[in-house]
């Protein structure tokens, strides 16, 4: 099985120059925990997980006021805090390979390329997906 059979296809991208509070909200609204990140010319540059996000975001505990935090907040972008030179696989990866890599390198998805462009994205729960319905077909 190869990686074209179970990644997700047209996966929701931002741009570098995007807000971190505004990638937050993309994240939770599409329910996604990683984006790839393109730059203007719609080429990978990089990938920004939930966890850059947030560890970018201010502690509760603070000392400046709310008003200083967001003005702060809203100069940061993803570009300050994503992954440069992501680990990508192209679509003819086998799953097994794409796996192993996540694996090796602790991270939880791939950006799948074709020729330079962004076609999809693998993740563990893609993945996990394959599993399940693999043990399935073998309990019947």
């Not at 010319?41 to 603070?62: F, H, M, Q, R, T």
């Not at 935090?69 to 972008?77: A, D, E, G, M």
């Amino acid at each position: 099985m190869f990686v074209h059979e179970a990644m997700s296809r047209n996966p929701i991208t931002v741009a570098q120059d995007t807000p971190i509070q505004q990638a937050i909200m993309v994240m939770r609204d599409e329910k996604v925990r990683r984006l790839p990140v393109l730059n203007a010319k719609k080429e990978l540059v990089g990938i920004v997980s939930e966890k850059d996000l947030l560890y970018a975001s201010p502690s509760p505990a603070s000392s400046l006021d709310i008003h200083e935090l967001h003005y702060l907040i809203s100069k940061i972008t993803v570009r300050e805090v994503m992954t440069r030179d992501a680990i990508t696989v192209s679509e003819n990866t086998p799953l097994e390979e794409a796996a192993r890599i996540m694996v090796e390198n602790k991270i939880g998805g791939l950006p799948v390329m074709r020729d330079g462009e962004l076609v999809g994205i693998i993740t563990e729960s893609d993945l996990f997906k394959i599993f399940i319905e693999m043990l399935e077909a073998e309990s019947r």
